[in-house]
């Protein structure tokens, strides 16, 4: 496998814009909504615990079969950014655990989405550092024994969970799942989706007061 490290230029002051809209319900669901829908990765990737968060993506690429832990994009990480690993859909090998989740919480590294298997989620619970797999299980990978640790590839485009990530492309993670927002439309997006959240929570309160579906259209015009 060719082994290739790059880097992308960091828009914090859009990862800003991000985190305030991202403290809405359903955070996945309205970045999703506001993109037709299109972004959302595969429903087998979950967290294993109650989890929210956003940041850019640092892409990593591993040998299908072959898997390694991704150390290296630790070494690469920023604060505000989520590693996004294609493992291959591997659910028997895993790629990240507790400590490895401790260093990245220390760069300031949000979480990690891995089209693949962690493990270790009680550590990752208690120290409060996130991950989105498909799968749990007590199995590493070989990395520890046999000294290869250079078979990945940091920052090229990567499919996760059925969906294209490129280097800096902004990461919606929660409860539901993973919404991929285009680093090329990441104003745009997070933008609409501030108005969508708006609507939502006016549509919520109205709910609240024990409005009927026929005072919603009237009030809104939609659902």
């Not at 828009?11 to 403290?23: H, I, M, S």
């Not at 024994?145 to 996760?160: D, Q, T």
């Not at 969970?161 to 993670?173: L, N, R």
């Not at 959240?197 to 309160?205: C, D, G, H, P, S």
Request: negative net charge.
């Amino acid at each position: 496998m060719l082994k290739v490290y790059n880097d992308f230029d960091r828009r914090p002051d859009l990862l800003k814009k991000f985190d305030e809209v991202v403290a809405c319900y359903s955070a996945t669901a309205v970045f999703a909504d506001v993109q037709y829908r299109l972004g959302v990765m595969d429903s087998g990737i979950k967290p294993p615990f109650r989890a929210k968060t956003c940041g850019q993506a640092i892409t990593v690429q591993l040998s299908k079969g072959d898997l390694v832990d991704p150390l290296k994009a630790l070494e690469m990480g920023q604060p505000g950014d989520i590693i996004v690993v294609d493992a291959g859909g591997d659910l028997n090998t895993s790629v990240c655990g507790g400590l490895m989740g401790g260093l990245a919480k220390n760069r300031g590294i949000r979480a990690m989405i891995v089209d693949g298997a962690g493990r270790d989620t009680d550590e990752l619970e208690d120290i409060g550092w996130p991950i989105w797999t498909r799968a749990i299980t007590p199995r590493g990978t070989h990395t520890m024994f046999s000294g290869r640790k250079e078979e990945l590839s940091i920052n090229v485009a990567v499919a996760c969970g059925g969906v294209m990530v490129s280097p800096g492309d902004f990461i919606v993670a929660d409860l539901m799942g993973v919404t991929v927002i285009p680093l090329d439309r990441a104003e745009e997006i997070v933008t609409l989706a501030a108005e969508q959240a708006e609507r939502e929570e006016k549509t919520r309160q109205w709910v609240a007061k024990g409005k009927t579906v026929e005072d919603l259209l009237n009030e809104f015009g939609r659902i």
